[in-house]
């Protein structure tokens, strides 16, 4: 299956990868609530493919999702 990263902000492709299966674990899609999944993961079942929704870094940048932008409970978290 080929799995298809795009950024959901500004449509760039971010990657592409082609795997034998899906390993919800190894991708972290098991981290997803079932509304998230809907949202984020579109199949293709016809051409054996997989869209996913991400953030480029350009994006994660701009948006100020950087992890070096990140705050929690007072402690700064660098690289």
């Known amino acids: 299956m080929k799995i298809y990263y795009s950024c959901e902000y500004c449509k760039a ?5 082609e795997v034998d299966e899906v ?4 991708f972290g899609f098991d981290c997803l609530t079932s509304e ?5 993961i ?9 869209y996913v929704q991400s953030l480029c870094d350009c994006c994660i940048e701009a948006l100020g999702l ?3 932008n990140l ?5 700064k978290y660098p690289h």
Request: net charge negative; glycine share 4%.
């Open 13 to 17: 492709d971010i990657d592409m990868l």
């Open 36 to 40: 998230e999944r809907e949202d984020i």
């Open 71 to 75: 705050i929690f409970q007072g402690i």
């Open 66 to 68: 950087a992890e070096d």
């Open 23 to 26: 390993d919800e674990v190894r």
């Open 42 to 50: 579109k199949i293709d079942e016809l051409n054996n493919a997989m």
